[in-house]
């Protein structure tokens, strides 16, 4: 996974990936059809760590939906640094605009994107459940959900770019600050401040 996120996903070849692993070409080829099975493979499990720890999460108990979302946004923030790796692998496929990888054509592929989906599914029942009990004014929950998911994102690639030491915030800062200004907009009241600590966690 490493060579792949130093490299980017064209560069590697199948005799680099086996060289870097300490195995030969043919013993590569027993276990992978190729370079994007094992690239599918790495997604997937980047996919599965997320889920799991996103719905981790959100199997506790809440005082709202809003507190909801901020702790699958910090589930998000925990998952990028505890798991650089796996995370930078992610960015990897979408900043190189790999439609091999990106595709359901394989089985692996069809799994990452039901995961994937899975996911955002579970934050757009979350925004569903604030609308039908009216702390939510009424909006596409699924629409909501994806642009929750690329504010977030957004934010991220800010700090990899250093841009967050250039405005004087930390991560943490944005997202509680982006996440906050998003459930103005969402509530049908004064929306409460969310953190991604403390204040948002589980009910006892």
């Not at 009216?134 to 770019?161: H, N, S, V």
Request: with cysteine.
């Amino acid at each position: 996974m490493q060579l792949f996120i130093e490299r980017g996903y064209k560069v590697p070849t199948v005799e680099m990936i086996a060289e870097r692993a300490g195995t030969s070409v043919g013993t590569f080829y027993l276990y992978f059809e190729g370079k994007r099975e094992i690239s599918r493979i790495f997604q997937s499990e980047a996919i599965d760590i997320l889920s799991d720890i996103i719905f981790q999460s959100l199997a506790g108990r809440y005082a709202s939906s809003g507190e909801k979302l901020a702790a699958a946004a910090a589930s998000y923030l925990h998952f990028y640094r505890e798991y650089p790796q796996y995370y930078g692998f992610i960015a990897l496929i979408d900043r190189d605009e790999l439609e091999e990888l990106r595709e359901g054509a394989t089985r692996i592929g069809r799994i990452v994107v039901v995961a994937t989906l899975a996911v955002l599914h579970r934050v757009e029942a979350v925004i569903e459940q604030g609308i039908q009990t009216g702390e939510f004014r009424p909006m596409d929950p699924w629409k909501t959900a994806c642009a929750l998911w690329g504010m977030i994102d957004g934010f991220i690639l800010m700090e990899q770019r250093d841009n967050t030491r250039i405005i004087g915030m930390t991560l943490d800062e944005l997202i509680a600050h982006g996440l906050e200004t998003a459930l103005s907009g969402m509530t049908n009241g004064a929306a409460a401040s969310v953190g991604l600590g403390g204040g948002g966690g589980p009910q006892k």
